[in-house]
């Protein structure tokens, strides 16, 4: 696809807001963030200034991406809305921001993150199989962090917890490269 017909991508990336994490997670945030600036893709994203999601945010922004923050009102309370949001979206809370998520993502990222990462990876995956949206969530798979999560879903599948593959929710990559030709696939849907 030509750069003057490519679609315009609004890209929710899930990740960590903690600072205590390894530098390879930062500097995975910070390579997801500039290729979303480069492509003029708009990032959707938590809005918190801790941890991946200011770095990704940063670096989205500082590449040229348009920044929405979907903030709840706990994290605005405590002051840790990010300075780089040219959108802000406030809510009530994490079910709230969510389907603000939902609602305005075409496709969905997640960067290792805690239990609000997982919460978010799989409403939007639950969500898919009861055909609320045909959106999918992309597990960007830094030094294997996702690999226990995978093994929990395949296990789940081959228990027949599942009635289908979680890969019809669920894709996973393990490079910027990969996650460009995911990207590519939604921009042809």
């Not at 603000?100 to 997640?110: G, T």
Request: charged share 20%; with cysteine; hydrophobic share 40%.
């Amino acid at each position: 696809m030509a750069a003057d017909q490519q679609k315009s991508l609004s890209v929710c990336v899930f990740c960590s807001a903690n600072d205590r994490i390894a530098p390879e997670y930062f500097e995975a945030a910070r390579t997801v963030g500039a290729y979303l600036g480069k492509h003029r893709y708009t990032l959707v994203y938590g809005g918190c200034l801790l941890g991946l999601m200011e770095c990704v945010a940063q670096a989205a922004h500082e590449s040229g991406s348009r920044v929405i923050g979907v903030v709840p009102s706990k994290v605005e309370e405590n002051g840790h809305t990010s300075r780089y949001i040219d959108e802000l979206i406030r809510c009530g809370n994490l079910t709230d921001r969510k389907q603000i998520m939902m609602d305005r993502s075409d496709v969905f990222v997640a960067l290792p993150g805690g239990l609000g990462t997982l919460d978010e990876i799989f409403t939007v995956a639950a969500s898919q199989t009861l055909d609320y949206h045909s959106k999918k969530v992309i597990l960007f798979n830094v030094g294997g962090f996702w690999d226990p999560c995978i093994r929990m879903l395949d296990e789940m599948h081959t228990n027949h917890m599942m009635r289908k593959p979680w890969s019809n929710q669920i894709a996973v990559v393990d490079s910027i490269e990969d996650l460009e030709q995911m990207f590519f696939v939604v921009c042809e849907d």
